[in-house]
């Protein structure tokens, strides 16, 4: 297993940012590695950074055991959208920029059928958005917990001491005028809606939220919204609620799920031959 954490200059950012990836390397012999590695893009939710997943998941076990490369970059709390006035533009980092960056630095597979997004919360959403955006890229989206940009502009408060990402002075400066949202780029099911009358090849989808989770009821809405639209989609609730041990069991589920290798252990200090 190689974990490398890395920085990268972005022109998307305007600044050097720092990347977590995960490449199966050491399972197997000399001589017989992949040329290009199937890579799944994994998205934090908010108060996160590139580490959360391999801190709270045995995703780069997981990882390696199916072959997998897993690029985890930071999106800080900004919803993976651009926000041109600072040029943030996290949404041409993460649905261009970066693919092909790591495509060039990493033996990572060019084939669409081989690349996927995932994320949960604002990393669900970020997932769903930008695999949506650019559905010629990715061939798979797995969203778990997804907060929806729309619900968060509808709700959100003048103040929210609790919460202050969902309060209407966060949610402007991260997502522009709320009132423009829907119908807009920031609006995923108008973006399925687009890339269906587009004729665009449709990524297959796999969704999942807990039964205690209050954003349950929006998952469960646009999930039926988009199989409705024709996509190909697997949706799960089960019992959780907002926290790591669903979001685990999600990872588990959606990693079963993509057409990914069988799993098989590799050489590590939990698998020495014996």
């Known amino acids: 297993m190689a974990v490398l954490d890395i920085t990268l200059f972005s022109h998307a950012l305007m600044r050097t940012v720092p990347l977590t990836v995960i490449l199966p390397a050491d399972k197997h012999d000399p001589g017989s590695h992949p040329t ?6 994994l998205l934090h939710g908010v108060y996160g950074d590139r580490h959360d997943w391999t801190a709270n998941t045995p995703v780069q076990r997981w990882a390696e055991e199916r072959d997998l ?8 709390n900004m919803f993976y959208v651009d926000q041109a006035a600072p040029h943030d533009l996290y949404g041409t980092f993460i649905g261009e920029e970066l693919v092909e960056l790591t495509r060039a630095m ?38 778990f917990s997804s907060v929806d940009a729309v ?56 969704m999942s939220c807990g039964e205690s989770d209050t954003l349950c ?13 024709g996509f190909d ?10 926290e790591w041990e669903f979001w685990t069991k999600s990872l588990a589920h959606a990693l079963a799920w993509l057409p990914l290798a ?13």
Request: charged residues 15%.
């Open 262 to 274: 069988d799993a098989s252990a590799s050489v590590s200090s939990g698998n020495v031959g014996l």
């Open 217 to 229: 009821l929006s998952n469960r809405n646009n999930a039926e919204s988009l199989r409705n639209l």
């Open 106 to 143: 990493f033996p990572l597979s060019r084939q669409r059928e081989d690349t996927f997004i995932g994320g949960l919360s604002m990393g669900g959403y970020g997932a769903l958005r930008n695999g949506l955006l650019h559905p010629e890229t990715f061939g798979a989206i797995c969203a």
């Open 69 to 76: 490369a897993v690029v985890m970059p930071s999106g800080d």
């Open 151 to 206: 619900e968060c502009a509808q709700s959100a408060t003048d103040e929210n001491t609790r919460f202050p990402f969902l309060a209407k002075p966060f949610l402007t400066a991260a997502l522009g005028d709320l009132s423009a949202i829907p119908g807009s780029d920031r609006d995923v099911i108008a973006l399925a809606q687009q890339a269906q009358a587009a004729g665009k090849p449709l990524p297959r989808l796999f």
């Open 36 to 41: 290009a590695y199937q890579t799944l893009y």
């Open 233 to 242: 989609i697997t949706y799960e609730e089960g019992p959780g609620s907002h």
